[in-house]
């Protein structure tokens, strides 16, 4: 095909993309905004109540400062629920450009590294939703003294401690994978990443300072399962060098 056929055929797989992701975010800021915000902020809402049991007087209600700051939020939840939803169709899009310009053998290698992805990306987000994200707002909470100051926290800013960990751990669980197929394509192995383990560390603790509030807590806990899944991918290269070793001969 020539350069302009191609130009044509990612403007049509890219124009598809995002009318699929509009149709959704249309659709859920129309039909299911009501849903979308009780979803968006249950874990806030999870925190307050465990506070509350242990004898915590707050209020589980975020505060706004201004009319339009709701509706920027719907607007967010609303994109950012498409996104995710539309998330596979448009993957399926950019693999379906770029598998044509691919070997048989690089078409099966990555495509089969796809799906693995999608359900990291899935586990981080839900680890995040279910766990981190409670965890660290109760712990941040729980460290305001009432009889000093008011719990009145803002909407925009617990979207943005949302948004922060949602696509940080939804990141970190590719690390397995990404060690994985530096090991299949012999970048690396598992003795030089044992090697470079207290490196690794070091730089998981100071990525997780960058990418969290600033308290130790917030750190470990993002830290912790990035160092967890760095053992695990040197355990998958570990167990792939056998298979991939004896591919070669």
């Given amino acids: 095909m020539p350069f302009s056929s191609h130009l044509e055929e990612l403007r049509k797989r890219l124009f598809r993309s995002l009318l699929v992701v509009g149709v959704l975010f249309m659709g859920g800021w129309m039909l299911l905004k009501p849903q979308l915000q009780a979803i968006f902020i249950q874990p806030h809402k999870d ?21 339009a700051e709701p509706v920027f939020f719907d607007l967010k939840v609303s994109l950012l629920a498409a996104l995710l939803i539309g998330l596979p169709w448009v993957i399926w899009e950019i ?19 796809i799906p693995f992805g999608l359900l990291s990306g899935v586990a981080g987000t839900l680890f995040g939703y279910f766990f981190m994200i ?21 909407l925009s800013d617990y979207f943005s401690i949302f948004m922060m960990f949602t696509i940080a751990l939804a990141l970190v ?26 490196h690794f560390i070091l730089g998981a603790f100071v990525v997780a300072a960058m990418v969290t509030p600033p308290d130790p807590f917030s750190q470990a806990l993002m830290a912790a399962p990035t160092i967890l899944l760095y053992e695990l991918g040197i355990l998958l290269v570990r167990l792939k060098a056998p298979s991939s070793l004896s591919d070669e001969t």
């Fill in 173 to 198: 669980f590719q690390l397995p994978l990404i060690l994985l197929g530096l090991g299949a394509a012999g970048l690396v192995d598992a003795k030089t990443l044992s090697k470079y383990r207290r």
């Fill in 47 to 67: 925190a307050v109540a465990v506070l509350v049991e242990n004898g915590h007087t707050m209020e589980d209600r975020l505060s706004i400062l201004s009319a």
């Fill in 95 to 113: 693999w379906s450009f770029i598998a044509v310009g691919l070997f048989p053998k690089e078409r099966k290698v990555i495509s089969s590294y």
């Fill in 134 to 154: 409670p965890t660290v707002l109760r712990f941040l909470y729980e460290m305001v003294n009432p009889d000093l100051m008011v719990q009145a926290y803002r």
